[in-house]
């Protein structure tokens, strides 16, 4: 494939190749490595984007030889590349991957790894490079970043550490796992991933508001009525009941996907596009972020519904779900961002598990036209403007606005202009976890997010979650398949708005 054919490489293949380097995956038996990791890895092979002297070791505890990885890994790639299955990338990928099974919880548990990954260097020229991507349960990081910290200094070269969400659970276990980290590691090492900031549209944000003149004026208070954030899914749980009871909606979602879509929604415009100058401006808006009283914040728990003309199960009788759950599924609020250019701006923001459609979006709602000079319209009551981002599915950007519609009189309509990337750029767009995985090699930490950022997320979160192990939920409290409890609408009422139709 060739960059005129594909629009999209023209910009990757710009980029400076990266260094050659081992990735060793932990947790290398799980979901997400088949599911997302190495997908995105074939991709990066088959684009040739990867270092042209690479290997992939995988490590888990579970025995399995470097055959059996391999055949998991291809079936992997097989069901969930966004690419074509084709032999030579494949091959190409494969030769430089093996499995070790590993245990930093046991004496002696580890050798094996350091071995292998110390014959992976030296048969492939990896000069020492290493990156360690953390693909297991957040309990199993800490003993795992002791065991690097020990061997890091045995060879040449640099090492990176990539750790997946959720970064703790609150704040003190947020510092803790930092200061673990700090303890061998410096904070230019350590590449903490939201995938949500490697997703296309959610970069275009950036470039929507600081590659345009036009929008940056309008972009404040004066001209802005409110912004509303939604993460919406349809699945359930899908299995994952241990870890779902644990975190809920506040923790797996709104800590981190949605505080960072709303720190790139209000932030300032950095100086450049360096990991520092764009993380700054977004802790500024993280530290400028009111905490919500107790009615400006609603939480949710599905019950049983229908999603997609389907009949599904309610929360609580999900599969390892406690009979009488508290953990919520849906979380509202309204946010005020306390600085000059978002003061008394509210920003609604919401996620769920089980509602009415898969979507994410960030609708940019305008004030009025102070005093249109025509008489109101049969057709529909003159609505104002919204920029709404659609960072998924259908990704892309529409402005809605007023227009006359044909004929006599002066009858007005909101239409909507469009920019879909699909039509735009005739491509499919590439997994975020391309691009983290590839920014990472390459050392460029600014779709990445900072301990300190992470720490504002979690004290946000703390402070409204410490009420709620008082107060008995009435839960569940929404049908599967709608979009969250009746309160969540309320919160929108009161202040005379309510949430965009889907
Ligand atoms: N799946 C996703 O889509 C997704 C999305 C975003 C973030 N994440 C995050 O990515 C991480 C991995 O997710 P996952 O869905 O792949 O999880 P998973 O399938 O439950 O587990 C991954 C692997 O970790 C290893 N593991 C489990 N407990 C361990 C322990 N105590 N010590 C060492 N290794 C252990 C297991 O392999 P062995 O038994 O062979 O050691 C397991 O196969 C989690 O932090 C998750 O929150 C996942």
Redesign the pocket.
């Known amino acids: 494939m060739t960059a005129d054919e594909n629009p999209l490489l023209e910009g990757l293949t710009t980029r400076r190749a990266p260094e050659p380097c081992a990735l060793a995956i ?11 990791l190495m997908p995105a890895l074939y991709s990066l092979a088959l684009r040739r984007l990867l270092p042209e002297r690479f290997a992939v070791v995988g ?4 025995a ?1 030889t470097d055959d059996e990885f391999r055949a998991r890994i291809r079936e992997g790639i097989e069901q969930h590349a966004r690419d074509p299955f084709q032999t030579d990338a494949w091959e190409r990928l494969a030769a430089g991957m093996r499995y070790v ?1 590993a ?3 046991t004496d002696g548990g580890t050798d094996e790894l350091w071995r292998a990954l110390g014959e992976v260097d030296a048969e492939r020229g990896l000069g020492g490079n290493r990156i360690h991507y ?8 800490g ?2 970043i002791e065991d690097i910290g020990q061997h890091r200094h045995e060879q040449p070269g640099w090492t990176r550490l990539v750790i ?3 970064f703790g659970r609150d704040l003190a276990s947020a510092e803790q796992l930092n200061a673990e980290i700090a303890h061998h590691f410096v904070e230019s090492e350590i590449y903490r ?1 939201d ?1 949500y900031l490697g997703k296309e549209t959610v970069q275009n944000l950036l470039a929507l508001r600081f590659a345009n003149g036009i929008f940056e004026p309008i972009w404040n208070r004066q001209f802005v009525d409110h912004v509303q954030i939604t993460v919406g899914e349809s699945m359930g749980i899908e299995g ?1 009941a241990g ?1 779902y009871e644990e ?1 809920g909606a506040i923790r797996d979602i709104f800590q981190n996907h949605l505080l960072q879509l709303l720190a790139l929604t209000a932030m300032e415009p950095p100086s450049d596009f360096s990991a520092d100058a764009v993380r700054n401006e977004k802790v500024k808006v993280l530290r400028s972020l009111h905490t919500p009283g107790p009615k400006n914040i609603v939480r949710g728990q599905y019950g049983r519904g229908f999603v997609e003309g389907i009949e599904v199960a309610g929360y609580r009788e999900e599969h390892g779900v406690a009979r009488d759950s508290t953990t919520e599924t849906f979380v509202a609020a309204k946010l005020y961002v306390d600085n000059w250019r978002w003061a008394d701006t509210p920003f609604y923001v919401r996620a769920g598990k089980r509602l009415g459609k898969r979507e994410t979006t960030i609708a940019i709602q305008f004030k009025r036209a102070p005093h249109p000079p025509f008489e109101i319209s049969s057709v529909e009551p003159l609505k104002p403007n919204v920029l709404l981002i659609h960072v998924q599915p259908d990704e892309g950007v529409s402005l809605a606005f007023a227009a006359k519609v044909p004929g006599q009189g002066m009858a007005l309509r909101t239409v909507h202009m469009d920019f879909l990337y699909g039509g735009a750029f005739r491509t499919g767009l590439p997994e975020a976890y391309e691009r983290l995985i590839l920014d990472c090699m390459l050392g460029e930490a600014t779709l990445f997010t900072r301990a300190d950022e992470v720490a504002e997320q979690w004290k946000l979160v703390d402070a409204i979650v410490a009420p709620w192990q008082r107060d008995q939920p009435g839960f569940p409290n929404y049908p599967a398949g709608t979009w969250g409890p009746a309160v969540a609408d309320e919160l929108l009422h009161r202040d005379g708005r309510s949430w965009r139709r889907h």
């Not at 932990?26 to 997302?36: H, V």
């Not at 490590?59 to 579970?62: D, K």
């Not at 953390?134 to 990081?141: L, N, S």
Request: proline residues 11%; charged residues 20%.
């Open positions: 932990y947790g290398a038996s799980g979901d997400l490595t088949q599911r997302k490590v888990g505890r579970s399995s099974s245990d930093p919880g953390f693909a297991v349960p957040p309990t199993a990081i003993s795992l997946e969400k959720p991933i995938h994952r870890f975190s």
